[in-house]
């Protein structure tokens, strides 16, 4: 099982000055620590659990860059964007510039989107959910079509698009791995089998590894009948529990043993807000060798 860790609160000790130093030293603490992936949320306004609007946050894609510079082996992605925060043109277009500039370690992450207020207070369009779907399954055929030699136009109910021109193109092959986030058996796991490299699952208390199996268990259905390969498709999970995986490792191993015999490939930990690096490198020494056995 390989480990990423999914940086979510930025208020530190010193305020925002601190915040450049802190993420710079999580990157190289990630990468001793041998972690797969460092990601980020990607909201407008800071998440109620986490303290609320009134605390900081990053836009995500400016931040993955800052990372891209001070990394050189750890795939870098957001956990993960909402389909609604940027025209989807534009997004393959951002994610694409990450992948070059980091030499091909980008990974886009895509979902529904769901924070109705940070929507309304930056004046970004919020449509109903069904909708929100329609557009999240044509961002997802404009990605794949600006990632191949297909330039042409593309022409759907929410997004017309004159050209798909993207160049320079991604260093990834064949592009930018494509995660989806969330576990809707009708929609969300369907356009995962459908047009997805990864899916991730939350995992915690109420989310064990038997109710994950559950989850991928339907997505292996969808693949199943859209003539998919289920194997294909790297299986995450965001561990949300009270647990500290980098001051108990032993404890943590053993329930990702768990999900491990479920079928879960990787596990991505959030660290606390005072000093990410050193929770990272907590993961390091107690967590990534015996995680990678699994």
Not at 17 to 32: K, T
Not at 53 to 67: H, I, K, S, V
Not at 272 to 282: C, E, L, R, V, Y
């Amino acid at each position: 099982m390989r480990l990423g860790v999914h940086v979510v609160n930025f208020s530190l000790p010193g305020g925002p000055a601190a915040i450049g130093p802190a993420l710079a030293a999580a990157g190289h603490a990630a990468e001793q620590a041998g972690l797969h992936n460092l990601s980020l949320m990607d909201h407008y306004l800071q998440l109620d659990m986490a303290g609320g609007a009134g605390q900081p946050m990053l836009e995500g894609y400016t931040t993955l860059g800052f990372l891209a510079a001070r990394t050189r082996t750890v795939e870098l992605q957001l956990l993960v964007t909402g389909v609604t925060y940027r025209h989807p043109g534009l997004l393959a277009k951002i994610v694409t510039t990450l992948d070059v500039l980091s030499g091909g370690r980008a990974a886009l992450g895509l979902g529904a989107a769901w924070y109705a207020r940070e929507h309304a207070a930056l004046g970004v369009p919020f449509p109903p959910l069904a909708q929100r779907f329609e557009r999240l399954e044509e961002t997802l055929q404009i990605v794949h079509q600006m990632w191949s030699d297909d330039n042409g136009p593309f022409t759907g109910q929410h997004y017309q698009l004159a050209e798909t021109l993207n160049v320079p193109p991604p260093l990834s092959r064949p592009h930018p791995p494509i995660m989806i986030g969330g576990g809707g058996e009708k929609k969300t796991l369907r356009l995962a089998a459908r047009y997805a490299d990864a899916c991730n699952l939350f995992a915690g208390p109420q989310s064990g590894p038997a109710q994950v199996k559950a989850k991928l268990d339907v997505l292996a259905a969808h693949c199943a009948r859209q003539g998919t390969d289920y194997g294909r498709i790297r299986k995450t999970i965001l561990w949300a529990a009270p647990l500290d995986p980098a001051a108990d490792g032993s404890s943590f191993v053993e329930q990702m043993r768990h999900y491990a015999d479920a079928g879960i490939e990787e596990v991505h930990v959030m660290p606390p807000a005072d000093d990410p690096a050193a929770f990272i490198d907590g993961l390091g020494h107690n967590v990534t060798p015996h995680l990678a056995d699994l």
